[in-house]
């Protein structure tokens, strides 16, 4: 290989320089955030049509979720969310270990709301509270209670996992970031983990107020 | 590096703070608001409040407001074809009453479809009625 003048090791021969390769992954990144949105889409699609046609069954059955616990997970999310935004900002800056820090502590946020969810989860099990057939609980007022408990499972269940698969992600790059492989020059990886991470807090902070908070 | 080409900005930590403040503080306001009976306007009040708490987490943590606009519009793609999905099924769902003399049906034909909880005898029959 002829040495092109200063080629730097992150960037690909098929891009004329960093910053297009940037841009490039940062485009690809949204472009897949769209496919996640559209992914949602569909099952808000599903609940708003569920909502309208049992209105007042959707009234009584949110009572039986826990709207402390809601809004405990939606404050760790944001918070997740602030201390992902402060692990990129410190790599812009060089401060690799501050970086470090910021990503250890998302990923601390994330299992918070994953064991949070646990809880909320195991005692709807225990209830009898589950989807479709499954469904055994008797104190829900109204028609056809499972239909709530389905949406909701299926909807916070699809987000837990993205939540999972988030924390797998951030692991890895706490692990590249720790060993030196990011740096002010280069951390494409970790911005893209970023973007990944706030739209899933971004469908959180929907999923909130639709299941939690019904007025 | 091409230092002069790079277009990343660095924003300051004080307004990744404040965004997080303000995200905190919708939080604690939605919450409130749920408590209080607005009719209609409960669902209304919930959903214009996430998405503001929706935009400012795309526009500042995820750079949108400072990235190349195709990012921008990649993003409002998205929301519009949600928006339009959810509309357009909307228009058949909610006015399906005015061809057919049921309102609610089950996809599936064979699914357990409940009259009356077992607890609650005094529930209303399966024709719901929006208020």
């Known amino acids: 290989m002829t040495d092109k003048g200063h080629h730097p090791p992150h960037l690909a ?8 390769q940037r841009e490039s992954a ?27 046609w049992n209105p007042d069954m959707f009234y009584s059955a949110h009572k039986f979720l826990n709207v402390y616990l809601g809004t405990l997970n939606t404050v760790v999310l944001i918070t ?11 790599l812009q800056g060089d401060r690799v270990k501050r970086a470090v ?12 709301f994953m064991v949070v969810k646990y809880f909320e989860y195991s005692h709807k099990f225990h209830l009898g509270q589950l989807p ?42 706490l692990y590249k970031t720790a060993t030196n492989n990011y740096s002010a020059e280069y951390y494409t990886p970790v911005e893209m983990t970023g973007l990944y991470w706030h739209l899933v807090d971004l469908i959180w902070i929907y999923l909130f107020p639709l299941f939690y908070l019904i007025g | ?34 408590f209080v009976n607005l009719g209609g306007w409960n669902a209304v009040v919930a959903v214009g409040i ?36 959810i ?8 006015r399906r009453a005015a061809i057919y003399d049921f309102t609610s049906k089950p996809i599936n034909e064979n699914a357990v479809i409940y009259e009356e909880t077992p607890a609650d005898s005094t529930s209303k029959p399966a024709s719901q009625n929006h208020e």
């Open chain 1, 132 to 173: 479709g057939k499954y469904y055994t609980f008797s104190g829900v007022e109204g028609n056809n209670p499972h239909i709530f408990f389905g949406i909701y499972f299926a909807m916070t269940g699809l987000h837990g996992i993205h939540i999972l698969i988030g924390m797998i992600v951030i692991a890895v790059v």
């Open chain 2, 1 to 34: 590096m091409n230092k002069e080409r790079h277009s990343e900005h660095i924003l300051p930590y004080r307004l990744y703070l404040g965004v997080a403040a303000a995200l905190l503080v919708l939080t604690v306001i939605t919450v409130s608001v749920s």
């Open chain 2, 87 to 94: 509309i357009l099924t909307m228009f058949d769902t909610l």
């Open chain 1, 80 to 90: 997740s969310s602030l201390t992902m935004a402060l692990a990129i900002r410190s």
């Open chain 1, 13 to 20: 021969h098929h891009f004329s320089d960093a910053e297009q």
């Open chain 1, 101 to 112: 820090l910021f990503l250890a502590m998302t990923l601390l946020l994330a299992a918070v």
């Open chain 2, 50 to 85: 996430a998405t503001f708490k929706a935009l400012i987490v795309a526009f500042f943590f995820m750079h949108l407001l400072y990235d190349k606009k195709i990012n921008l519009f990649i993003f409002s793609v998205a929301l519009i074809m949600v928006g339009i999905f």
């Open chain 1, 26 to 52: 940062k485009m690809g990144m949204w472009i897949f955030l769209l496919t996640e949105i559209l992914l949602f889409g569909g099952l808000f699609c599903a609940y708003a049509v569920y909502r309208a």
